[in-house]
T-cell receptor, first 115, second 114 residues
Framework: KQEVTQIPAALSVPEGENLVLNCSFT??????LQWFRQDPGKGLTSLLL?????REQTSGRLNASLDKSSGRSTLYIAASQPGDSATYLC??????????????FGQGTTLQVKP | KAGVTQTPRYLIKTRGQQVTLSCSPI?????VSWYQQTPGQGLQFLFE???????NKGNFPGRFSGRQFSNSRSEMNVSTLELGDSALYLC?????????????FGPGTRLTVL
């Protein structure tokens, strides 16, 4: 059974700091891993999608890495800003014909960036 | 391109009632997935529809059902509501629900059961 864990559950940093969010998964048989951002009471915004054959993806100040063999992914946020404050979720798309459209989510890391 | 839209955004129901939620995917997307988000359980997969067929289903009781129309719009229905059904219901769309597809989420429907 695939389980996804995110540590820490909450993180508070001063503005301008670089930070890393962690995601681990128990089954390496995945198609891809996706990072999302969720603002309070809102839906999810896709940030980065890493295919299982890839090692990392970058978008602006965000960089996500994937180490499938160790079951880990990190989301690196450079020069954090107060507008980055949100909950960050990782989700894996597990291999298998019966798993279409199904993402397995971690519990998320709630980030607060203080001005 | 318009994003995923969900209606209504907020609902208040009482125990025993039933409710229908609607999701309109991004134009051209044929796969729609539904998720339930609660503080205790986090995000959990409900089901996925593709070309009007349910392809995948999560571990939820039969009170939760859904369907997809020929224009890819999807509805989910919850019958005999329980207090524990209070949650944010999110739908996501993708081109085909395939392994390389990015899923795009709507803003959600907040359901409160009293």
């Amino acid at each position: 059974k695939q389980e996804v864990t995110q540590i820490p559950a909450a993180l508070s940093v001063p503005e301008g700091e670089n930070l890393v969010l962690n995601c681990s998964f128990t089954d390496s048989a995945i198609y891809n891993l996706q990072w999302f951002r969720q603002d309070p009471g809102k839906g999810l915004t896709s940030l980065l999608l890493i295919q299982s054959s890839q090692r990392e993806q970058t978008s602006g100040r965000l960089n996500a890495s994937l180490d499938k063999s160790s079951g880990r992914s990190t989301l690196y946020i450079a020069a954090s800003q107060p507008g980055d404050s949100a909950t960050y979720l990782c989700a894996v798309n597990r291999r298998g014909s019966s798993n279409t459209g199904k993402l397995i989510f971690g519990q998320g890391t709630t980030l607060q960036v203080k001005p | 391109k318009a994003g995923v839209t969900q209606t209504p955004r907020y609902l208040i129901k009482t125990r025993g009632q039933q409710v229908t939620l609607s999701c309109s995917p991004i134009s051209g997307h044929r796969s729609v997935s539904w998720y339930q988000q609660t503080p205790g359980q986090g995000l959990q997969f409900l089901f996925e529809y593709f070309s009007e067929t349910q392809r995948n289903k999560g571990n939820f009781p039969g009170r939760f059902s859904g369907r997809q129309f020929s224009n890819s719009r999807s509805e989910m229905n919850v019958s005999t509501l329980e207090l524990g059904d209070s949650a944010l219901y999110l739908c996501a769309s993708s081109l085909r629900g395939g392994p390389t597809d990015t899923q795009y989420f709507g803003p959600g429907t907040r359901l409160t059961v009293l």
